[in-house]
């Protein structure tokens, strides 16, 4: 009908009206004001290929025109599209927040619990929105006033008298934390030990105490070597250790002088004291029950000095005694140790 007249390029609306009141002009029976009316009833076919009725108003569309626009229209659908869709997550957002805060009220009583809530927008073709919520706890502290009851000491701070009544010489004080119970049980450890040996001693419980003076001695009048106390020799021999104990008996009390029984030691002992461990527990013992001691202890550490050969031995250069013995006590505030422990 129009011949072969064509757009080849799209055109806009404005453009497109243009052209059509352009085509109008060269068509005698087109009207320049494009208002030809007809009925909804006629048919495409009528008016001919080109026309597109709607409104009641007849515009004039070329073919590649609408194929151009179509790719137009797509995306306004897409937009439409997409905001029915921010819509509907929007609605569900709120329904969602509504229901978490009736449920935490219902959960929380009285509480008085304050909620700020956060909003993020993310774009993707559209806009999705993000909420967050973050709980803020509205604690109160309040300063509650405790009172510590400590319970009264009525115990003297000074040695049990009743324990230290014939006591007058230092060495009756002495045999007091060294009781009789504690010697005679080393001196049958020892002869147990002996005869484990093969060999018959018979050590008495006033030898093991001779035995005992002699060491206390050496320690004060010292000599190159322990066989030099019983030295003919006159810038030697101590007289007074030749009296009271021979060199052998000394000699023996050395070789078999024992506290625990060796034939008890378990096979995966650990305890690197289980020898002298019952004499250790003893003399806790007897600590503990001879002194009261004041009512502030101190727990602390000791070293005993010893520069010989021992897996016990610790060294520590930053301490006053580098190397030795280190026990772990329970001290009062005289210094009176009512505890250790190696």
């Known amino acids: 009908m129009f011949g072969n007249w064509k757009f080849r390029e799209p055109l ?3 453009e497109l009206l243009a052209a059509a009141e352009q085509a109008a002009i060269e068509l005698e029976n087109i009207p320049l004001d494009n208002n030809v009316i007809i009925d909804e009833e006629e048919s495409e076919d009528e008016i001919g290929e080109g026309y597109e009725v709607k409104n009641t108003n007849m515009y004039l569309v070329e073919e590649e025109t609408k194929a151009g626009n179509a790719d137009t229209d ?11 869709e921010n819509k509907i997550i929007q609605s569900q957002s709120l329904d969602t927040e509504t229901q978490l805060e009736q449920s935490e009220a219902t959960s929380s009583g009285v509480r008085n619990e304050s909620y700020t809530k956060e909003k993020k927008m993310k774009n993707n073709r559209g806009k999705k929105v993000i909420k967050t919520k973050i709980e803020e706890s509205t604690r109160k502290w309040k300063k509650r006033r405790v009172i510590t009851s400590i319970p009264e000491y009525n115990n003297n701070e000074t040695p049990v008298e009743e324990h230290f009544i014939n006591c007058i010489t230092y060495t009756d004080f002495f045999l007091k934390v060294l009781s009789p119970s504690i010697i005679k049980d080393i001196v049958y450890q020892s002869n147990l030990y002996a005869t484990q040996r093969g060999k018959t001693m018979n050590f008495k419980e006033n030898e093991f105490l001779t035995f005992l003076g002699i060491n206390f001695f050496m320690g004060y009048h010292k000599l190159p070597s322990y066989k030099n106390y019983w030295s003919c020799s006159d810038d030697l021999g101590v007289a007074v250790v030749k009296r ?13 002088l ?73 001290a009062d505030q005289k210094g009176y140790v009512k505890k250790f422990e190696v």
């Open 12 to 14: 806009n609306d404005k």
């Open 74 to 84: 797509q995306d306004k659908i897409f937009e439409i599209e997409i905001e029915a």
């Open 244 to 256: 009271v104990m021979t060199r052998s008996r000394f000699e023996q009390f050395l070789q078999y």
């Open 258 to 330: 024992h506290i625990n029984d060796n034939s008890i030691i378990p096979a995966n002992n650990k305890d690197k004291i289980f020898k002298i461990r019952p004499f250790v527990k003893a003399l806790n013992e007897q600590f503990d029950l001879l002194n009261n001691g004041t009512r502030a202890l101190s727990v602390d550490e000791s070293m005993i000095i010893f520069k010989g050969r021992s897996c016990l031995k610790q060294y520590n250069p930053q301490k006053p005694i580098k190397r030795g013995y280190k026990l772990w006590c329970i």
